[in-house]
């Protein structure tokens, strides 16, 4: 848990009613149907909004704007793109139906969103620019509140747009509060030190914690937990472990704000006081504007669209060939390399550097010096970095074993997953095997000619796919049905994840022992922790009864520990390059490439908890992702722990050694 400002993320979300978003960014001026994007006729700077800015360090809220709203909309690039989210959410979303009617569980934030409606009524609208269209598609899919659901339209993701106050939510005095954890003085200068420490009590003449809630509850697409999206949208300096880290919380956006400035009233602590102390200086209000940093790729409005928005697929639609499937544009898009301005880790790793660190130990100081860390910061382990993953992971146990460690606190904050398969070597290493957790994939027609010409290919992800009673592609071709929503669907048998072929390829002790039993170990977790980290905290909490805390979020409601447990997700740049390898990428029913620079991302396969056997098994409340798994006990920011995270794991292992997190039995 490394205590850094947010970086950039792979895929910026952001959420709002579809309708509302559609009927705000919605032009009443028509533009021509078949405009051409490119429109920089001369090199007149005043007349190309981004040759005004192009080499700036820095530009204003409307100077990017200006810019990103320059490229016409398009109706043959927004039909071949509305074409290719409706192939892959109707045909593989495997949360299609279930989203458009989702139970009603408690302690959920599912709202209804009927996808396919809301891409015809997309369609329908007449759009001023191309970044209206395209944002509209990214919050359609948003509001879903699955985070493995995703449309990126990298042309828009190229700026950085940043409030310069950063903000945190802190436990002061036993009230909860909007706190400023630093400020960004690089980008504006009228932002000043002496705020870091001060209470916002206003924001746009707001309570400060109202106007909070409300934006994690309407804007967040991060979770269908409400708390975890709280713990989103803060800004603060926390960790960052190389996903989405707040691509869309209130200082931070991949994508153009929706307003050009806030106003914070603050109140700071007398000269020589404490916050905690309350006494206070009178309140002041300032206006802080959004700042755009600029990408370093371009010289004028042709030269942005041809290095950041135009796609080698753009005619994709018209060639119907197969060699014309450009793998180098699939593979960077995918391997995260379509960003000018990039995480350093991103970075590290295009230049071929190792990805990690992923994973660290730490042994506290007195007086917890017997409670040792396991920080798990990723389980997204490149496949050159496994078997010292492995290493650092064993090594690490049998130093703790050696400093008599008596408790492990398992901190899984803010990892947006990755290897299942690391996930598994995790708890089978403490518990020597963990029960399957049952899963399905959406049938379709076209997928079972993927998987059928999938079983006759060497080393596609098919084989990693197992079910002991089905052979060959059986467990996908006999079909059960289920209620998803209002629908019935069909699904495949269910299967569980080999890991064979992770294990034959690296060195694994399979009987290993270690000393530490259920009740010594505890998760931490902030609610970031999604996709395989998600089902991991979840096959620990449930299958072998470790008590999970729960970190930050809204104080007085419980909050669950894990967020988007979806069960495996895939991308449209990887799974053209997969289709390419079996030769199938001109299936007629294939998704073709998006027209522009933009990826896709959706859930592939659902997971069950693992109570869903027998008459169980095929229920929609038995998914992990519409399930509750709440935390067993909370552990709330505050000022001294939120800047210091030994601090703050030593305040949980206080709380942990003490027994006041026991195990819930809902």
Same mark, same amino acid.
């Not at 650092?392 to 899984?412: A, P, Q, V």
């Given at each position: 848990?490394?205590?850094? #400002?947010?970086?950039?993320?792979?895929?910026?979300? &952001?959420?709002?009613?579809?309708?509302?978003?559609?009927?705000?960014?919605?032009?009443?001026?028509?533009?021509?149907?078949?405009?051409?994007?490119?429109?920089?006729?001369?090199?007149?700077?005043?007349?190309?909004?981004?040759?005004?800015?192009?080499?700036?360090?820095?530009?204003?809220?409307?100077?990017?704007?200006?810019?990103?709203?320059?490229?016409?909309?398009?109706?043959?690039?927004?039909?071949?793109?509305?074409?290719?989210?409706?192939?892959?959410?109707?045909?593989?979303?495997?949360?299609?139906?279930?989203?458009?009617?989702?139970?009603?569980?408690?302690?959920?934030?599912?709202?209804?969103?009927?996808?396919?409606?809301?891409? /015809?009524?997309?369609?329908?609208?007449?759009?001023?620019?191309?970044?209206?269209?395209?944002?509209?598609?990214?919050?359609?899919?948003?509001? *879903?509140?699955?985070?493995?659901?995703?449309?990126?339209?990298?042309?828009?993701?190229?700026?950085?747009?940043?409030?310069?106050?950063?903000?945190?939510?802190?436990?002061?005095?036993?009230?909860?509060?909007?706190?400023?954890?630093?400020?960004?003085?690089?980008?504006?200068?009228?932002?000043?030190?002496?705020?870091?420490?001060?209470?916002?009590?206003?924001?746009?003449?707001?309570?400060?914690? /109202?106007?909070? *809630?409300?934006?994690?509850?309407?804007?967040?697409?991060?979770?269908?937990?409400?708390?975890?999206?709280?713990?989103?949208?803060?800004?603060?300096?926390?960790?960052?472990?190389?996903?989405?880290?707040?691509?869309?919380?209130?200082?931070?956006?991949?994508?153009?704000?929706?307003?050009?400035?806030?106003?914070?009233?603050?109140?700071?602590?007398?000269?020589?006081?404490?916050?905690?102390?309350?006494?206070?200086?009178?309140?002041?209000?300032?206006?802080?504007?959004?700042?755009?940093?600029?990408?370093?790729?371009?010289?004028?409005?042709?030269?942005?669209? #041809?290095?950041?928005?135009?796609?080698?697929?753009?005619?994709?639609?018209?060639?119907?060939?197969?060699?014309?499937?450009?793998?180098?544009?699939?593979?960077?898009?995918?391997?995260?390399?379509?960003?000018?301005?990039?995480?350093?880790?991103?970075?590290?790793?295009?230049?071929?550097?190792?990805?990690?660190?992923? *994973?660290?130990?730490?042994?506290?100081?007195?007086?917890?010096?017997?409670?040792?860390?396991?920080?798990?910061?990723?389980?997204?382990?490149?496949?050159?970095?496994?078997?010292?993953?492995?290493?650092?992971?064993?090594?690490?146990?049998?130093?703790?074993?050696?400093?008599?460690?008596?408790?492990?606190?398992?901190?899984?904050?803010?990892?947006?997953?990755?290897?299942?398969?690391?996930?598994?070597?995790?708890?089978?290493?403490?518990?020597?095997?963990?029960?399957?957790?049952?899963?399905?994939?959406?049938?379709?027609?076209?997928?079972?000619?993927?998987?059928?010409?999938?079983?006759?290919?060497?080393?596609?992800?098919?084989?990693?796919?197992?079910?002991?009673?089905?052979?060959?592609?059986?467990?996908?071709?006999?079909? #059960?049905?289920?209620?998803?929503?209002?629908?019935?669907?069909?699904?495949?048998?269910?299967?569980?994840?080999?890991?064979?072929?992770?294990?034959?390829?690296?060195?694994?002790?399979?009987?290993?022992?270690?000393?530490?039993?259920?009740?010594?170990?505890?998760?931490?977790?902030?609610?970031?922790? =999604?996709?395989?980290?998600?089902?991991?905290?979840? &096959?620990?909490?449930? @299958?072998?009864?470790?008590?999970?805390?729960?970190?930050? =979020?809204?104080?007085?409601?419980?909050?669950?520990?894990?967020?988007?447990?979806?069960?495996?997700?895939?991308?449209? @740049?990887?799974?053209?390059?997969?289709?390419?390898?079996?030769?199938?990428?001109?299936?007629?029913?294939?998704?073709?490439?998006?027209?522009? &620079?933009?990826?896709?991302?959706?859930?592939?396969?659902?997971?069950?908890?693992?109570?869903?056997?027998? @008459?169980?098994?095929?229920?929609?409340?038995?998914?992990?992702?519409?399930?509750?798994?709440?935390?067993?006990?909370?552990?709330?920011?505050?000022?001294?722990?939120?800047?210091? *995270?030994?601090?703050?794991?030593?305040?949980?292992?206080?709380?942990?050694?003490?027994?006041?997190?026991?195990?819930?039995?809902?």
């Amino acid at each position: 848990m490394k205590l850094v #400002n947010s970086q950039p993320g792979y895929f910026a979300k &952001r959420t709002t009613s579809i309708l509302f978003a559609i009927s705000l960014i919605c032009s009443t001026i028509s533009a021509a149907p078949n405009a051409t994007v490119s429109t920089n006729d001369n090199n007149n700077n005043s007349n190309d909004p981004c040759a005004a800015i192009a080499g700036q360090t820095t530009a204003s809220f409307h100077e990017a704007k200006a810019c990103l709203d320059h490229f016409p909309f398009n109706e043959s690039i927004a039909t071949q793109t509305l074409d290719t989210v409706r192939k892959v959410t109707k045909e593989l979303y495997v949360f299609n139906e279930i989203a458009s009617s989702p139970p009603h569980i408690e302690g959920l934030s599912a709202v209804p969103v009927d996808i396919q409606h809301g891409l /015809d009524v997309i369609q329908n609208e007449k759009w001023q620019s191309d970044r209206e269209f395209q944002e509209a598609v990214a919050l359609l899919l948003d509001k *879903v509140h699955d985070t493995h659901l995703v449309y990126s339209p990298f042309c828009y993701r190229q700026f950085i747009f940043w409030q310069p106050i950063q903000l945190n939510a802190l436990v002061r005095d036993q009230k909860s509060v909007i706190n400023v954890a630093y400020v960004k003085n690089d980008i504006w200068p009228e932002a000043k030190e002496s705020w870091v420490g001060c209470e916002v009590t206003h924001i746009d003449d707001q309570e400060a914690l /109202d106007m909070v *809630v409300n934006y994690a509850v309407n804007n967040n697409g991060e979770s269908k937990d409400v708390n975890t999206c709280f713990n989103n949208i803060m800004n603060t300096k926390s960790y960052f472990h190389g996903w989405d880290d707040g691509a869309d919380d209130l200082g931070y956006h991949r994508f153009l704000p929706a307003q050009e400035m806030h106003t914070y009233t603050m109140r700071c602590p007398k000269n020589g006081t404490t916050p905690s102390q309350d006494q206070f200086d009178a309140p002041f209000t300032v206006k802080v504007p959004w700042v755009a940093q600029v990408p370093i790729n371009f010289n004028d409005a042709d030269s942005y669209w #041809n290095n950041y928005c135009q796609s080698s697929h753009t005619n994709y639609a018209k060639r119907g060939a197969i060699g014309h499937l450009d793998v180098d544009e699939l593979r960077m898009m995918h391997e995260g390399q379509a960003f000018d301005l990039s995480p350093e880790s991103a970075r590290n790793a295009a230049a071929g550097g190792k990805k990690g660190p992923y *994973v660290e130990f730490i042994t506290l100081d007195k007086p917890q010096a017997e409670v040792g860390v396991i920080d798990i910061q990723s389980f997204s382990i490149d496949s050159n970095d496994r078997q010292d993953f492995i290493d650092t992971f064993y090594n690490g146990l049998k130093e703790f074993e050696s400093k008599g460690i008596k408790k492990i606190i398992l901190d899984l904050s803010s990892n947006g997953g990755g290897d299942a398969c690391a996930g598994e070597f995790i708890i089978n290493t403490f518990f020597g095997s963990t029960p399957d957790y049952p899963s399905d994939i959406k049938y379709s027609p076209f997928l079972e000619r993927v998987i059928k010409k999938a079983a006759e290919t060497e080393g596609t992800k098919w084989g990693d796919y197992k079910n002991a009673k089905y052979n060959g592609t059986d467990w996908f071709t006999q079909t #059960n049905t289920y209620t998803r929503g209002k629908d019935q669907v069909k699904f495949s048998q269910p299967v569980s994840l080999s890991c064979d072929r992770w294990e034959s390829e690296l060195t694994i002790d399979k009987n290993i022992t270690t000393p530490w039993k259920a009740q010594d170990l505890l998760i931490l977790s902030d609610g970031r922790c =999604g996709s395989t980290c998600a089902i991991v905290a979840s &096959r620990l909490r449930i @299958s072998h009864q470790v008590a999970a805390m729960g970190l930050g =979020g809204i104080r007085g409601n419980r909050m669950q520990f894990a967020s988007f447990p979806g069960g495996e997700s895939q991308r449209l @740049s990887g799974f053209l390059m997969d289709l390419q390898q079996l030769n199938l990428q001109d299936d007629p029913d294939a998704p073709s490439p998006f027209p522009e &620079r933009a990826d896709m991302g959706w859930t592939f396969r659902e997971a069950y908890r693992p109570t869903a056997t027998g @008459s169980e098994m095929g229920k929609e409340t038995e998914l992990l992702e519409y399930s509750v798994n709440n935390a067993d006990c909370r552990m709330h920011f505050d000022d001294e722990n939120s800047n210091d *995270v030994k601090k703050l794991w030593s305040d949980v292992a206080e709380v942990f050694v003490s027994g006041q997190c026991p195990l819930i039995h809902d």
